[in-house]
């Protein structure tokens, strides 16, 4: 009997156990149901809003008024279509002052506003009680317009922990910054971030530095705007002389003779031309005029300009001639060289065969190869006869007058290939240093030009693949006229576009 109950006491107790088991489980269970369901929602991150400091003042309150004005301006200016735009320098007037030179830095952004996506904005500080150096990036979540809010990139968190960047909350209570947004959100469609940046103090390593960083954060969605004016209160005549001198030293990308312009946002354009040089971008001026053109007198105006900094599409080349023409010339060129070097005839050319493209003057090279190797190369740079001329002459040319070369045998023919090249007129680039002409070359996009002193050299587009580097390139292109090898850091530089076609 003992045992008996022994046993069920030992049962009951296990039966309890179990249940308790079940009901801790049970418990468990219902109380992480409860959790998920009442999980409090993510609280959304505080927005700390920029107020728009000069709304009614530097550009209308009102949204409606604003966006009529800001459309005016654009539909008065006009695309350049300089290829991919990585930069812009525009001024930050009152909108009845420099709007309209605002607009043509803008606009040339229209047909890109699905790929900008995140726009660096860098003034200089126009703020009072605002000394400091360095270049001070906001850390608001957002700017407010009258057409809206625009979002601060979270990069602006990262690039302030990077030297020069510091933040001064003062330095942002100034216009420079918010005058810009209302064009970039209606050309934009709003749909982009910010890096709000104001510069103060900067010297040179500090504008170096600062270059780096930026170029370090840039990618194919981003955008350099540069907010400044140019002189201030001088009578207009002076100013004018001024001002030209000044963006024509930007437009070259001269560091020093930027440096010396009297431009209110003299280190942001410093550290602009930095980064452009670290990427071989081009300038150019498509705007300039100043408050004595627009809505002021012309005893003291103040100067503004756009100027857009770009690069060309890598396959960008001259397209002159369509296939059919491509093949009717490298066959004429085909059959100059074998009849010439035969009989010392050319082939005779059919009117009616040749196209409007074909008879219009230009400038051209035939090069000959052998097996992979140059065997004669000549042509016009500066176009003196029509195209199918320009051809016929220079096949003969490179086939028995390139001084490199003994003219060509009847028995090589058949190992010879032949490649046309048809050019674009030469243009001089503007540089006021090695430096600035290294920076405007593009490898593989332009042939060269070299002219030092009386000596003049070539090498076409497709020469660059020849090369390590543009300095190496410009050594040779040296060398080939007999100069010594650093005559390119003295020498006068065109550069022009070929467009290739073989057999």
């Known amino acids: 009997m003992r045992k008996k109950k022994a046993s069920v006491k030992k049962e009951g107790r296990d039966t309890f156990y179990i249940l308790m088991a079940v009901l801790i489980v049970c418990a468990l269970i219902a109380a992480g149901v409860k ?40 539909k008065q200016a006009e695309d350049r279509h300089l290829g991919d735009i990585k930069a812009i320098i525009v ?103 910010i890096i709000p940046m104001v510069a103060s103090g900067l010297d040179q390593d500090m504008i170096n530095d600062a270059a780096k960083v930026i170029n370090d954060n840039l990618d194919p969605s981003s955008l350099l705007v540069v907010s400044s004016d140019l002189s201030h209160y001088h009578p207009y005549d002076d100013a004018v002389k001024l001002d030209t001198a000044c963006i024509q030293q930007i437009e070259q990308q001269s560091f020093t003779g930027t440096a010396a312009c009297e431009a209110c946002g003299t280190e942001a354009i410093l550290v602009l031309l930095r980064v452009s040089q670290m990427n071989g971008w081009k300038a150019k001026i498509v705007d300039y005029r100043n408050s004595g053109d627009t809505a002021g007198d012309k005893d003291s105006v103040v100067g503004y300009s756009a100027i857009v900094f770009y690069t060309e599409p890598e396959q960008f080349r001259a397209e002159v001639v369509n296939e059919t023409e491509q093949k009717f010339l490298t066959k004429l060129a085909r059959d100059t060289v074998d009849m010439y070097v035969k009989d010392k005839k050319t082939p005779e050319v059919d ?75 030469p243009q001089d680039l503007n540089y006021d240093s090695p430096e600035s002409l290294l920076a405007q070359l593009r490898p593989g996009i332009d042939g060269v030009v070299l002219r030092s002193g009386f000596l003049t050299s070539t090498f076409l587009p497709q020469v660059w693949d020849m090369f390590p580097s543009k300095e190496s390139f410009l050594q040779a292109l040296c060398q080939k006229q007999g100069s010594p090898s650093d005559c390119w850091k003295e020498a006068k530089v065109s550069t022009y576009q070929a467009q290739v076609f073989r057999e």
């Open 351 to 425: 009117e009616a065969d040749l196209t409007g493209s074909l008879k219009e003057v230009r400038g051209c090279f035939v090069t000959l190869n052998k097996e992979g190797n140059l065997r004669g190369c000549i042509g016009h740079i500066i176009p003196q006869r029509p195209l199918w001329e320009c051809v016929v002459e220079n096949a003969v040319n490179a086939a028995t007058a390139d001084p490199r070369f003994m003219p060509v045998t009847p028995d090589e023919l058949d190992d010879i290939d032949i490649e046309v090249s048809v050019l674009t007129l």
């Open 91 to 193: 001024p930050h007037a009152g909108y009845i002052y420099s709007g309209q030179t605002a607009a043509w830095g803008f606009k040339q952004l229209e047909s890109q506003k699905d790929r900008i996506k995140k726009v660096f904005i860098m003034g200089s500080n126009h703020a009072q009680g605002a000394a400091f150096r360095g270049i001070s990036i906001a850390n608001y979540t957002h700017y407010a317009t009258p057409l809206g809010k625009v979002k601060v990139s979270a990069l602006a968190d990262s690039m302030r922990k990077e030297s020069p960047f510091t933040l001064n909350a003062i330095a942002h209570t100034s216009h420079i910054i918010e005058v810009e947004l209302p064009f970039l959100q209606k050309v934009l469609d709003n749909d982009f971030e």
């Open 35 to 74: 959790m998920f369901f009442l999980q409090p929602k993510e609280i959304p991150v505080q927005e700390n809003v920029r107020k728009p400091y000069v709304a009614g003042q530097f550009y209308p309150a009102q949204a409606g008024t604003l966006d009529i004005m800001v459309d005016s301006f654009l």
